[in-house]
């Protein structure tokens, strides 16, 4: 069975901080994804990563794939409110079907 | 990507009642997903659905209580049948591109009396 290990689980911090999500798992993916999710709408995708040491950037936020293609982070670089929300990572490996991390609600306090 | 909508976006039902959730999408897609979601965690996959098949479920959801239909390329229904407490949740439907990404629907959120 595929698992996806995503933590902290929940994460509550004031705004101009820093802060990181991983997973992890001890399988390889062909791709991760992180989607971030507000209340009353779906998932929606901030990036995927594709290639084993690869680091994206979107704004604030930095997405890396480990090297061996089992685990990613995600960074979030003095965090605003607007960051608030459920972030989820996602593994493809090879099938259709996406495996879910457990997610990580996180509240940017101003 | 896709635009997706999903009809209700909410709605309260009672306790042995059925309930059919509309997925639209603006364009033509071969697969389409449907979840389920507790406010505030993560997915589960009840099943997936290609045009012209059955639905594939995962293990813990049956056809009899989760009835799926994929009439065309751009639209599927999930009907949440004889609902009890238990079934009151988020309900997402999904389309997967070729990079495996997904793109959803904005949910519907079902609560059962």
């Known amino acids: 069975t595929q698992l996806l290990e995503q933590s902290p689980q929940f994460l509550s911090i004031q705004e101009g901080e820093n802060l990181t999500v991983y997973c992890n798992s001890s399988?390889?993916?062909?791709?991760l994804q992180w989607y971030r999710q507000e209340p009353g709408e779906g998932p929606v995708l901030l990036v995927t990563?594709?290639?084993g040491g690869e680091v994206k950037k979107l704004k604030r936020l930095t997405f890396q794939f480990g090297d061996a293609r089992k685990d990613s982070s995600l960074h979030i670089t003095a965090a605003q409110p607007g960051d608030t929300g459920l972030y989820l990572c996602?593994?493809?490996?090879?099938?259709?079907?996406?495996?879910w991390g457990a997610g990580t609600k996180l509240i940017i306090k101003p | 990507s896709a635009v997706i909508s999903q009809k209700p976006s909410r709605d309260i039902c009672q306790r042995g009642t059925s309930l059919t959730i509309q997925c639209q999408v603006d364009?033509?897609?071969?697969?389409m997903f449907w979840y389920r979601q507790q406010p505030g965690q993560s997915l589960t996959l009840i099943a997936t659905?290609?045009?012209?098949?059955?639905?594939?479920?995962e293990s813990g959801f049956v056809i009899d209580k989760f009835p799926i239909s994929r009439p065309n390329l751009t639209f599927s229904t999930l009907t949440v049948s004889n609902m009890s407490p238990e079934d009151s949740s988020i309900y997402l439907c999904?389309?997967?591109?070729?990079?495996?990404?997904?793109?959803f629907g904005p949910g519907t959120r079902l609560t059962v009396l």
């Open positions: 659905a290609n045009q012209g098949s059955e639905a594939t479920y």
């Open positions: 999904s389309v997967q591109t070729s990079r495996d990404e997904q793109f």
């Open positions: 399988s390889v993916f062909s791709s």
């Open positions: 364009s033509q897609v071969t697969m």
């Open positions: 996602a593994g493809a490996w090879g099938n259709y079907q996406l495996i």
């Open positions: 990563v594709v290639t």
